[in-house]
């Protein structure tokens, strides 16, 4: 869009992905504790298909979701299910969704601990993920050996 309001049609691309992976977020939050996950992995593959996002990356990202709302919804069993399947993943994809956590947790507070900071920053480094890095930048490191496990990140 520009500023009088004309679309030019470069946002078109990025406006399908984004609307993609909004439904794949509402398909998750509907079925996480339901079971299966159909739906939400059948997006997962469209959007790996048409969206240019790794499919293994995607797939991964997805049994983590759903684990986490099973999880929420106190369906320990289905929960259990989708981390089984979350550990067929890649180590590489496994990585990458430690390292987003770890980023959001970190921009949500506005900090992490001295030691998740200096390995996501590492391995944005190592990935060539200048956009991990950029947004890390904004975190604040702090030296926090002492903190209660549940004010630890990942």
Same mark, same amino acid.
């Given at each position: 869009?520009?500023?009088?309001?004309?679309?030019?049609?470069?946002?078109?691309?990025?406006?399908?992905?984004?609307?993609?992976?909004?439904?794949?977020?509402?398909?998750?939050?509907?079925?996480?504790?339901?079971?299966?996950?159909?739906?939400?992995?059948?997006?997962?593959?469209?959007?790996?298909? %048409?969206? @240019?996002?790794? &499919?293994?990356?995607?797939?991964? =990202?997805?049994?983590?979701? #759903?684990?986490?709302? $099973?999880? +929420?919804?106190?369906?320990?069993?289905?929960?259990?299910?989708?981390?089984?399947?979350?550990?067929?993943?890649?180590?590489?994809?496994?990585?990458?969704?430690?390292?987003?956590?770890?980023? %959001?947790? @970190?921009?949500? &507070?506005?900090?992490?601990?001295? =030691?998740?900071?200096?390995? #996501?920053?590492?391995? $944005?480094? +190592?990935?060539?993920?200048?956009?991990?890095?950029?947004?890390?930048?904004?975190?604040?490191?702090?030296?926090?050996?002492?903190?209660?496990?549940?004010?630890?990140?990942?």
């Amino acid at each position: 869009m520009t500023e009088n309001g004309d679309d030019n049609g470069d946002d078109n691309g990025d406006d399908y992905v984004t609307a993609q992976i909004r439904a794949l977020l509402d398909a998750v939050q509907a079925e996480g504790a339901a079971g299966a996950g159909t739906r939400s992995f059948q997006l997962a593959e469209h959007l790996a298909a %048409e969206g @240019g996002i790794h &499919r293994e990356d995607i797939m991964a =990202a997805t049994s983590l979701l #759903l684990a986490m709302i $099973a999880w +929420r919804d106190g369906e320990v069993d289905v929960a259990e299910r989708f981390v089984q399947r979350l550990g067929g993943h890649s180590q590489d994809s496994l990585e990458l969704l430690l390292h987003t956590m770890r980023l %959001e947790i @970190g921009w949500d &507070r506005g900090w992490l601990s001295r =030691a998740e900071y200096d390995d #996501l920053v590492e391995y $944005a480094k +190592r990935a060539g993920r200048a956009d991990m890095e950029l947004r890390a930048q904004a975190i604040e490191p702090r030296d926090v050996g002492s903190l209660p496990e549940h004010d630890r990140c990942c």
